[in-house]
């Protein structure tokens, strides 16, 4: 089932930062579990802050600068999940979450370039 909410991309960077969070409340109280789960909580929940960020924008500019962070923030994200699955939990949920982030890295990357390219258009470059 594919609803209107599916695609509105600050309310799916906002499920997958709450995801995350309890993905990381799950994983082994060690040394490295304590270390990854805090770089990949920081990386998540900032992807869906500066997309927040990019909505309020002062500028075409500004919206590019803020979804290009989100974008980078997402794969560091993808990469932090996958080290997640190798080496301290590999379940349904944890790949589910390798997947979406992939998705937004794509999503991401579409919407910085579109914006792009408009941006051109309206200059004449």
């Given at each position: 089932?594919?609803?209107?909410?599916?695609?509105?991309?600050?309310?799916?960077?906002?499920?997958?930062?709450?995801?995350?969070?309890?993905?990381?409340?799950?994983?082994?109280?060690?040394?490295?579990?304590?270390?990854?789960?805090?770089?990949?909580?920081?990386?998540?929940?900032?992807?869906?802050?500066?997309?927040?960020?990019?909505?309020?924008?002062?500028?075409?500019?500004?919206?590019?600068?803020?979804?290009?962070?989100?974008?980078k923030?997402?794969?560091?994200?993808?990469?932090?999940?996958?080290?997640?699955?190798?080496a301290?939990?590999?379940?349904?949920?944890v790949?589910?979450?390798?997947?979406?982030?992939?998705e937004?890295?794509?999503?991401?990357?579409?919407?910085?370039?579109?914006?792009?390219?408009?941006?051109?258009?309206?200059?004449?470059?």
């Amino acid at each position: 089932m594919r609803g209107e909410r599916e695609f509105d991309i600050q309310e799916r960077t906002f499920t997958f930062a709450v995801r995350i969070v309890k993905l990381v409340n799950r994983l082994p109280r060690t040394t490295a579990g304590f270390a990854i789960g805090r770089q990949v909580v920081r990386s998540a929940t900032s992807i869906g802050s500066n997309v927040q960020e990019a909505d309020a924008a002062e500028s075409k500019r500004d919206f590019i600068h803020k979804m290009s962070i989100a974008h980078k923030e997402a794969r560091e994200t993808r990469y932090w999940l996958r080290i997640v699955s190798a080496a301290l939990l590999d379940d349904d949920e944890v790949q589910a979450l390798i997947q979406e982030s992939d998705e937004l890295v794509r999503i991401l990357y579409a919407i910085v370039e579109n914006a792009r390219r408009s941006s051109r258009s309206k200059t004449g470059r």
